[in-house]
Structures are given as C-alpha cells and as structure tokens.
C-alpha cells in the first residue's frame, strides 16, 4: 500500500491533478446534497413537512407518498423560499392599497349582531392588554404562530394539523390581508388548529392566555376564529362557504317547506367520541321518535365521488337536527341553510357565529339530557305549527346568507383589529418563521386543493368593512340571559309531555 501510494505520488502531478478536482467536486457535490437534505428536513410546511402531530391531539403522521425524495427536497425549497417576494402582485400591493383604501365606501354597514362577541371574547385582556410573555405562553398550545406585519403574512409551525387545516385557515388569513390591503394591522398571534379548547377558564384565572382556534366554550379563554371549511374542505368534497351555501339555498327549494318530510333528519358520522351522536343513534324511529338518522361513511363516500353527500339534496326534510362532534362541527352552517326549521342540541361548544343564534327566532332549542323525547317535542310542535315552524327556519336561512364571506372576512378584521390594539410590544416576525403569500401556498397544494384555493381567493373589496358595534357588556350580560330563559322555557313546556311518554316507551 504504502509503495503504491508513493508511487502514485511519485507519478506526474498533471496526471494526478484531475482526479484531485473530481475528488473534491464530488465531496463537495455529497456536501451540498448532504447540506440540503439537512436543510429540506428543517424546513417545515403547510402541508405538514417535517411537523409531528399535535401532541395534545395525537393524529397519524402525514405522508406524501406520490414524490421522490429529490422532487420532495425541490419542492419544499421552491414552494418555502422561492415563491414569496418575487410576486409581482406584492410589489404594487401598496399602491393599490392606498388607492383601494381611499376609495372605500363611507357609509358601511352595520356588522351582525353576533360580531358583538368580540368584545367579549377579548375582554380577558382589556386591562391588562397583550404582552410579549402572553405569546410566549400561549405557544405551549400552539400549532402556529401568525405574525402580520405591513401587510405580509409570516407563520412559523410548531406542528401538524389534520388534513389541509393549516393550508386552508393560512389561506384565509392571506385573504383577508387581499381583501382589505393596507387596512390588517400589525399583529402577532398564536393558533391551534384542532378541535378543542385548552385555555381552561379556572386554571388560567391568573393569567389568561389568548390563543386563537375554531372553537370555544364559557369554560375556556380560547377566542374563536372561522374555521378552515369557510375556504373549502377537499377530502370531503365540501367546497367554499359562499358557493356551498348557493347550492344549498337551491337545492332546498326543490321542494316547498309543506311538502317537505315531516321528520326530523340527521346524516352524519356518529364515530367521532361524541355521546351526543351515540345518543342520536337511538332515536333513529320515524314513528317513535319522528327523526331519521343516517351514518355518513366517509371514505366510502369519497370511493363514490361524493355523490350521496351532497349538502344540497339534504334539504328534503321539515326538520333537521344538529349535533355537535368532538367539539363543535361545521356541519352547523350547512344545516341552518336548508331553510328546515333546525333542531339544535344544545352544544357545549361554540365557534365565532353560533353564539348569535337565537332560539326560537332562527332555531329550536333541543335538550342534551333527553334528545329522543325532546326532537319528538320538537317536531310534534312543528306539524301543529306549521307556518310558525317555516318562519324560523327561514329565518335561520336568511342569518346563513347574510352571513356569507364578506361577513366572515369581516369578522376576521374586526376580531384581528381589537386584538392588535390590545398588544402592548410591536409585532416582529421570529427568525424562524417563513413568509407566506398566495403562491406559497399554492405551490404545496394537490390538484384538489389547489381548486378549492383558487375558487375561494379574494379580491380588494369596493366596500369598508361592516361597522362593528361598540362594546357593551350589560347588553350582553341581557342577551345571555334571555338566550338562557328561552331555552329553559322550551324544556319546561316539554317537561309534563316527556313523562308521561317515556314511560311509555319504557314498557
Ligand atoms: C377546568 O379546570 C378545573 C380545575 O382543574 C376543572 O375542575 C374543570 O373541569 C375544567 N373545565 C373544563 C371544561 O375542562
Ligand atoms: C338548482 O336546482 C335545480 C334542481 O333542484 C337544478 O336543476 C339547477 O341546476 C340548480 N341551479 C343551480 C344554479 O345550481
Ligand atoms: C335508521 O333507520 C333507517 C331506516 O330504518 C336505516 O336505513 C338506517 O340505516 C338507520 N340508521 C342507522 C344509523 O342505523
Ligand atoms: C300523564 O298521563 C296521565 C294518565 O296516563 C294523566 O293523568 C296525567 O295528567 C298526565 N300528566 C301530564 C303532566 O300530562
């Protein structure tokens, strides 16, 4: 060995130089390939690269079997670094956003009644307002962090999310930031993307913690945004709020309100740990109970082109009953749009509009402790009251309508807004957070996705926002009240029936 090598050395150092390039081009080649598989595996996306599920919410890990690894690694780095800031829509998005601002309509509207919640929701804060040490907090419970700052979006991810939640509620909130440029102010903020809430009222008396997710309870401090199906859920084929919503306003009006099934329908999937759903199951007798209840087997749907799950022909009935999942669900919506007079459990969970409901004007309040008896009650009540029935439930509809995307991007605003004007430090974006922007997202998403993306895109609104009501606590206080009396009016007119005909049913 040793001679061979002095040997070798010994050989003309023209013959040897060559190799020595080629050696080190190809250490230096492994180098880099080894420096960008580093690179590409510390790089995290929205469609879940390099992220571990939530660890308060396990979920199966994401795979993304169709790639390689090298059109993996290329893709992750064009879609995380090499889109943003190039966007010729950014550059001028100033311009436009002035122009766009000083052009807004004066005279706004009023925003829906429900918009009164932000205040409430953000009262925890009023006094001793937003510090950086909240954030710090909070992101012991965040998938992300979502910081704006002259109206571009960072986002730095923590963790995973089910499905396409990130991409979708991340495409939203660049939306918002398209709809209304220039107006987003600077913001800096912690969000969980799965089901429930965590900021426990009583354990975090001393120092509530502001984070944002779909939902929210009285018992939490959680403050609910619009979830991800607002802009479209692809693996289950349910599309942009504002389309989906066209499609069901039509598809209830095949058939007249009279001429509608009367019973109370309910199709869905009862597998999801929720004990309101178990208990549902037992009241599927159309004679008994008066209410069918139908499973919804999703991955058999999705093998049949989704064509027994369209929300549009679930109208057919007078009745249509809504139970909350894991959490809340965002079947709510879709329901109140049929124009059926809807039969809501009363849930635990709330998102950002079902607070605004209101019994017996847009809903029938059904009782969570004897769900059978009480849907029974309900639709009994119906078929005697007829038009009474119908006027709620297309009061119920007309809420759903006004309440179509302008609004929701509104709300967002508003909510955004009075968050911002409650933090006491400048938002910054973390060295670890990446700018997204339309083609980002974009870039990360399947064919399917990328089609919901695009249908849901905003454009700069002619429009102000809706004009947010004032904070009044008393006013609130009332309406919780009143909300409450109802509900428990409804019960108690139920009451004399129930026993009597539960124990017939127990015979
Ligand atoms: C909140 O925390 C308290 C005290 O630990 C507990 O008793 C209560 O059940 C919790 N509430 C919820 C809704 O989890
Ligand atoms: C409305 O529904 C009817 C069937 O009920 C259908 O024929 C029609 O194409 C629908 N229109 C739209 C715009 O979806
Ligand atoms: C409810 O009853 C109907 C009719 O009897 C049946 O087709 C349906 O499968 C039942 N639903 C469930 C969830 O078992
Ligand atoms: C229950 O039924 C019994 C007869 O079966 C009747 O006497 C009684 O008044 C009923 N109670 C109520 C509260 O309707």
Same mark, same amino acid.
């Given at each position: 060995?040793?001679?061979?090598?002095?040997?070798?050395?010994?050989? @003309?150092?023209? +013959?040897? /130089?060559?190799?020595?390039?080629?050696?080190?081009?190809?250490?230096? =080649?492994?180098?880099? $390939?080894?420096?960008?598989?580093? /690179?590409?595996?510390?790089? !995290?996306?929205?469609?879940?690269?390099?992220?571990? *599920?939530?660890?308060?919410?396990?979920?199966? &890990?994401?795979?993304?079997?169709?790639?390689?690894?090298?059109?993996?690694?290329?893709?992750? $780095?064009?879609?995380?670094?090499?889109?943003?800031?190039?966007?010729?829509?950014?550059?001028?998005?100033?311009? =436009?956003?002035?122009?766009?601002?000083?052009?807004?309509?004066?005279?706004?509207?009023?925003?829906?009644?429900?918009?009164?919640?932000?205040?409430?929701?953000?009262?925890?804060?009023?006094?001793?307002?937003?510090?950086?040490?909240?954030?710090?907090?909070?992101?012991?419970?965040?998938?992300?962090?979502?910081?704006?700052?002259?109206?571009?979006?960072?986002?730095?991810?923590?963790?995973?999310?089910?499905?396409?939640?990130?991409?979708?509620? $991340?495409?939203?909130?660049?939306?918002?930031?398209?709809?209304?440029?220039?107006?987003?102010?600077?913001?800096?903020?912690?969000?969980?993307?799965?089901?429930? &809430?965590?900021?426990?009222?009583?354990?975090?008396?001393?120092?509530?913690?502001?984070?944002?997710?779909?939902?929210?309870?009285?018992?939490?401090?959680?403050?609910?945004?619009?979830?991800?199906?607002?802009?479209?859920?692809?693996?289950?084929?349910?599309? *942009?709020?504002?389309?989906?919503?066209?499609?069901?306003?039509?598809?209830?009006?095949?058939?007249?309100?009279?001429?509608?099934?009367?019973?109370? +329908?309910? !199709?869905?999937?009862?597998?999801?740990?929720?004990?309101?759903?178990?208990?549902?199951?037992?009241?599927?007798?159309?004679?008994?109970?008066?209410?069918?209840?139908?499973?919804?087997?999703?991955?058999?749907?999705?093998?049949?082109?989704?064509?027994?799950?369209?929300?549009?022909? #679930?109208?057919?009935?007078?009745?249509?009953?809504?139970?909350?999942?894991?959490?809340?669900?965002?079947?709510? %919506?879709? $329901?109140?749009?049929?124009?059926?007079?809807?039969?809501?459990? =009363?849930?635990?969970?709330?998102?950002?509009?079902?607070?605004?409901?209101?019994?017996? %004007?847009? +809903?029938?309040?059904?009782?969570?402790?004897?769900?059978? #008896?009480?849907?029974?009650?309900?639709?009994?009540?119906?078929?005697?009251?007829?038009?009474?029935?119908?006027?709620?439930?297309?009061?119920? #509809?007309?809420?759903?309508?006004?309440?179509?995307?302008?609004?929701?991007?509104?709300?967002?605003?508003?909510?955004?807004?009075?968050?911002?004007?409650?933090?006491?430090?400048?938002?910054?974006?973390?060295? @670890?957070?990446?700018?997204?922007?339309?083609?980002?997202?974009?870039?990360?998403?399947?064919? %399917?996705?990328?089609?919901?993306?695009?249908?849901?895109?905003?454009? &700069?609104?002619?429009?102000?926002?809706?004009?947010?009501? *004032?904070?009044?606590?008393?006013?609130?206080?009332?309406?919780? #009240?009143?909300?409450?009396?109802?509900? %428990?009016?409804?019960?108690?007119?139920?009451? *004399?029936?129930?026993?009597?005909?539960?124990?017939?049913?127990?015979?």
């Amino acid at each position: 060995m040793g001679t061979l090598s002095r040997n070798s050395t010994a050989r @003309s150092p023209s +013959y040897l /130089f060559p190799s020595v390039i080629a050696l080190a081009s190809l250490s230096l =080649t492994a180098l880099i $390939i080894y420096k960008v598989d580093d /690179f590409v595996s510390q790089t !995290k996306t929205v469609a879940g690269h390099n992220l571990d *599920p939530t660890p308060w919410h396990p979920f199966p &890990p994401k795979t993304f079997p169709e790639e390689t690894r090298q059109s993996r690694a290329y893709k992750i $780095i064009q879609c995380s670094y090499l889109t943003c800031g190039h966007s010729s829509i950014r550059s001028t998005g100033t311009s =436009t956003s002035k122009r766009v601002s000083s052009e807004l309509s004066r005279d706004s509207l009023h925003c829906p009644e429900f918009f009164r919640w932000i205040h409430r929701d953000l009262e925890p804060w009023a006094r001793t307002r937003i510090s950086r040490t909240h954030i710090a907090e909070s992101k012991n419970y965040a998938a992300f962090r979502a910081v704006i700052s002259s109206g571009r979006l960072y986002v730095d991810l923590y963790y995973a999310c089910v499905q396409s939640r990130a991409m979708f509620t $991340i495409w939203g909130l660049l939306q918002l930031l398209k709809r209304y440029p220039g107006m987003v102010p600077d913001v800096d903020l912690m969000f969980d993307c799965m089901d429930k &809430p965590s900021v426990n009222r009583t354990e975090h008396a001393d120092m509530p913690l502001p984070l944002f997710r779909y939902c929210t309870t009285q018992e939490h401090f959680d403050i609910p945004f619009p979830d991800w199906s607002f802009w479209g859920w692809p693996e289950i084929n349910i599309r *942009p709020w504002d389309d989906e919503f066209r499609d069901i306003k039509n598809g209830s009006q095949t058939k007249s309100w009279l001429k509608k099934g009367p019973l109370a +329908y309910w !199709k869905g999937n009862p597998d999801v740990g929720s004990p309101i759903r178990t208990e549902l199951l037992q009241c599927n007798d159309s004679r008994l109970w008066k209410a069918q209840i139908m499973r919804q087997d999703w991955l058999e749907e999705g093998k049949m082109g989704f064509q027994q799950s369209k929300l549009s022909n #679930q109208c057919n009935h007078r009745y249509k009953i809504y139970a909350e999942g894991f959490a809340w669900s965002v079947s709510l %919506k879709y $329901i109140i749009s049929c124009g059926s007079l809807p039969l809501i459990i =009363t849930p635990q969970y709330e998102d950002f509009f079902s607070r605004g409901l209101i019994p017996l %004007k847009n +809903y029938w309040p059904v009782s969570s402790t004897d769900i059978c #008896q009480s849907i029974k009650f309900a639709v009994e009540w119906g078929n005697t009251n007829p038009h009474k029935a119908m006027g709620i439930g297309k009061a119920g #509809q007309a809420l759903m309508e006004n309440m179509n995307m302008d609004r929701v991007y509104d709300y967002m605003f508003h909510l955004i807004s009075e968050y911002s004007k409650l933090q006491d430090f400048k938002p910054v974006p973390p060295p @670890s957070a990446l700018e997204m922007c339309d083609e980002s997202l974009l870039c990360l998403a399947d064919s %399917k996705q990328k089609q919901f993306l695009r249908e849901s895109a905003a454009f &700069p609104s002619s429009a102000s926002p809706c004009t947010l009501q *004032p904070a009044d606590s008393n006013l609130m206080e009332n309406l919780i #009240q009143q909300k409450r009396k109802t509900i %428990k009016d409804v019960n108690d007119m139920q009451k *004399p029936k129930q026993k009597n005909s539960s124990n017939n049913a127990n015979k």
